[in-house]
């Protein structure tokens, strides 16, 4: 089982490199983290979450399951949503489970990539999934939640970690 890479850990503050082969391999890490999330109970995973620096995520969100390689984010609807957000590199020490704040999204994008086969695939998303499409992505870039928030509120997080 891959371990889940936490805040403090250089591999998540580092951008991720493109994906460049299609192979088994590729196939096995996505099975890998669909396992590693599913362990947590996860509803995202990007790669750089269990140290493998490339760009690809994996998810189950609403019933919304799927794998994104070489992600590409468009903002749809630019309108802020403003919802509780935690991520499974962010846990609170003493109880292990994310730390979840209060977190301005995008209402709506859309995401283009490649499926596990090379395929190329595009997901339009709203609502949580959106949110959800704009966390990892975040990841694949070295970014983590806890930096779109108002520095205290960051810092008391940090403090829980
Ligand atoms: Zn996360």
């Not at 890479?5 to 082969?21: I, Y």
């Not at 994008?109 to 997901?123: A, I, K």
Request: with cysteine; charged share 30%.
């Amino acid at each position: 089982m891959r371990e889940i890479r936490v805040l403090g850990d250089p591999v998540l503050r580092t951008p991720a490199e493109p994906v460049e082969g299609f192979d088994r391999e590729l196939r096995r890490l996505i099975d890998e983290m669909f396992e590693a999330m599913y362990a947590v109970d996860g509803v995202g995973l990007a790669g750089p979450q269990i140290g493998v620096p490339r760009r690809l995520f994996v998810y189950d969100i609403n019933r919304r399951k799927g794998h994104m390689i070489n992600p590409v984010l468009t903002v749809d609807d630019p309108e802020e949503v403003l919802d509780e957000e935690g991520c499974l590199s962010v846990p609170d020490r003493q109880t292990g489970t994310p730390i979840y704040a209060t977190v301005a999204r995008a209402a709506g994008v859309t995401v283009e990539g490649f499926d596990r086969l090379g395929r190329p695939q595009r997901v339009k998303a709203r609502g949580s999934l959106a949110r959800c499409f704009q966390h990892e992505t975040e990841h694949l870039d070295g970014r983590l939640y806890v930096d779109r928030l108002p520095k205290p509120d960051a810092r008391k997080i940090m403090l829980r970690t």
